[in-house]
């Protein structure tokens, strides 16, 4: 595997130590050698921590991002979220010059399904979770934002959203910027559960997709991923 990327792993530190632990297991799995960078809320013994004092909110979501990636020293990162089962292909991936990639081969469990199903939506979004971007710039488009808007109050979350998404103007009126996207396969697994930070919304009645599974290959059956979750 190449060594030129370096694996950005925030964490709000809210979900418990058990599903914690299998996630970052797996990580661990997927990026083999790469170097690991994590920002937390509090000190936690994986890879190269940072410890921040930021609020939890979907803002500081992309400011605790920007701090790892301004740690890191390789020419890509990638981002990692604490809820995701990465796959190794998914960290094989490096974007075309001056542009954001999003692996679009992400499958959902919902942690509150029975019996356990993953689930996708053949209209796939693009999301910080699943980005992989030359370092500098994603440095050059965050602190673009921040410095525009440095008042985090003032922020219209509706169109704060990832790189390549709700830049132009009518919306957060910064530089837009190129994306692209890719599918790598195995997929990744994305949890949705009752402490992710976008649960006060719908919670329990977000709407599973038109393509459903009982077994993936690699990962096996849901029945047995759900179990990553909780014993």
């Not at 979501?61 to 998914?90: F, N, Q």
């Not at 980005?131 to 050059?140: A, D, P, Q, S, T």
Request: net charge neutral; proline share 6%; charged share 25%.
């Amino acid at each position: 595997m190449q060594d030129d990327m370096t694996i950005v792993y925030y964490t709000a530190n809210v979900i418990d130590d058990y599903f914690a632990a299998n996630t970052r297991k797996q990580l661990l799995k997927a990026i083999g050698d790469l170097p690991l960078i994590t920002v937390s809320k509090k000190p936690i013994d994986f890879g190269q921590n940072i410890v921040v004092n930021t609020p939890r909110s979907h803002v500081s979501i992309y400011r605790d991002a920007l701090t790892g990636v301004k740690a890191a020293t390789t020419k890509y990162v990638a981002m990692a979220e604490d809820d995701v089962l990465y796959s190794p292909e998914h960290f094989k991936r490096r974007p075309n010059p001056g542009k954001f990639a999003y692996n679009l081969c992400t499958w959902a469990i919902f942690t509150w399904q029975d019996p356990p199903m993953f689930t996708t939506k053949a209209s796939g979004r693009i999301n910080l979770n699943s980005l992989i971007c030359e370092r500098e710039l994603f440095i050059e488009a965050m602190e673009e934002r921040f410095a525009k808007f440095p008042d985090d109050s003032k922020i219209n979350t509706n169109v704060w959203a990832e790189p390549g998404k709700y830049e132009g103007p009518g919306h957060l009126g910064v530089t837009e910027r190129e994306k692209e996207i890719f599918y790598a396969n195995p997929p990744n697994i994305v949890f949705s559960h009752q402490t992710e930070l976008s649960f006060a919304g719908l919670g329990t009645r977000k709407r599973i997709g038109e393509f459903r599974a009982i077994e993936i290959p690699y990962w096996g059956t849901a029945s047995d991923i759900i179990k990553t979750y909780k014993p």
